[in-house]
């Protein structure tokens, strides 16, 4: 178990890395994504793409990880419905279950477009928008 968990938490370290070529620092920016979404070429708009895709994902493994964490930590065992009913609202939103990565990719790019403060933290603006077009019921 412990070893599945520590390949999840490198996976979404990979994942949350910036592209290539880019200073790490506080970890991507708003403005430093922009730049891939709004290139020409193929590569960048996909690198685009795939980090947002990887912020979602990124979240829903989170809020699995910690409802196992919080099942173990209450001596309780976590059943699969309650790890997936805990996906469902990772990182404050709740996406469709029947969503499709064209239904929010738009959505996505239009927030993101939007932020009045292009240095802010790309994952966290991307939870923002999310939060605020899908929100739990």
Do not use: H
């Not at 403005?31 to 979240?59: H, P, T």
């Not at 240095?119 to 966290?124: I, R, V």
């Amino acid at each position: 178990m412990v070893d599945r968990m520590k390949k999840l938490i490198l996976m979404m370290a990979v994942c949350a890395a910036p592209a290539w070529g880019q200073s790490f620092g506080q970890g991507m920016t708003v403005e430093q994504l922009l730049q891939f979404c709004k290139a020409d070429d193929r590569f960048s708009r996909g690198s685009c793409n795939g980090y947002i895709l990887g912020a979602v994902d990124a979240a829903r493994s989170s809020a699995m990880v910690m409802s196992i964490a919080d099942a173990q930590a209450k001596n309780i065992s976590p059943t699969v419905e309650k790890i997936d009913g805990d996906w469902a609202d990772a990182g404050g939103y709740c996406l469709p279950d029947n969503i499709t990565y064209d239904a929010f990719l738009p959505i996505a790019m239009n927030g993101l477009f939007r932020t009045e403060n292009k240095d802010s933290a790309a994952s966290l603006r991307l939870m923002q928008i999310f939060s605020a077009a899908y929100p739990c019921p």
